[in-house]
């Protein structure tokens, strides 16, 4: 087996974990973030989703490479798979604001909930072990669209570290505008990670699907440039 074929079945494997965890976490954050009224908790339910969603076009992109499939057959699997990276983070960006501007006019404030925040510390620690995964093996194979839910994965653990803050922060201070607020700072990085996205699915960061700046893999495969 290539390099190349070897790298994305671990992407397979990572790709999949990531999923299933998804699943989890949008269940338990929406469960959480409804009750104790956290917009932070609930835009982690979001997040969760939306990088469900980007993770199972994920997985299908990564299985057609898997199975041998031709280069302009996996790259465009690529670009349906950055598409919906990008599309889904300037939406969730979009909601953020909206929800945070509401919460901050209506003075309404988050509560404590003890299930939310043992799955932010569990989400904190794991997705940035997730998201390396991701980048380095998207890397290793040429996929921007991996190396962007890599991104994605980031965001989420900072939206985990964010409600611990804002509970602590309301708790300790009662600062109720804590939560909006550290949701709002959130925008720049989601609406930031999506635009690249969306700039690689058309084609504005990279003439191929290879990555850019020297990631082209070893071996063959789909994802090389000729």
């Known amino acids: 087996m290539s ?3 070897a790298g994305v079945r671990k992407g397979l494997w990572i790709e999949g974990i990531s999923v299933l965890w998804m699943a989890v976490e949008a269940g338990v954050a929406f469960a959480s973030g409804m009750a104790a009224h956290s917009l932070a908790l609930v835009a982690l339910g979001a997040d969760s989703v939306i990088e469900w969603i980007a993770g199972v076009v994920l997985l299908g992109r990564l299985w057609v490479e898997a199975a041998g499939a031709k280069r302009d057959r996996v ?3 690529e670009r349906m798979a950055s598409w919906t990276v990008g ?4 939406l969730l960006a979009a909601y953020i604001v909206i929800a945070s501007v509401h919460k901050l006019w209506t003075h309404q404030g988050a509560e404590s909930s003890p299930l939310g925040l043992a799955l932010a510390v569990v989400s904190g620690l794991l997705m940035p072990i997730l998201s390396r995964a991701k980048i380095r093996i ?5 996929s921007s669209a991996l190396r962007a839910d890599g991104a994605c994965s980031i965001v989420c653990a900072y939206m985990a570290w964010t409600v611990l ?3 602590v922060a309301t708790t300790l201070f ?3 505008w804590t939560d909006s607020a550290a949701a709002i700072a959130l925008v720049y990085f989601v609406a930031k990670e999506g635009w690249e996205a969306i700039e690689e699915a058309r084609g504005e960061s990279c003439g191929c699907g290879c990555g850019c700046g020297g990631d082209e893999p070893s071996g063959d495969g789909g994802g090389h440039c000729d």
């Open 3 to 5: 390099t190349h074929r």
């Open 75 to 77: 790259e465009r699997a």
């Open 87 to 90: 599309v889904a983070l300037l």
């Open 138 to 142: 998207g890397t290793e194979i040429g």
């Open 165 to 167: 803050a804002g509970v």
């Open 174 to 176: 009662g600062w109720w």
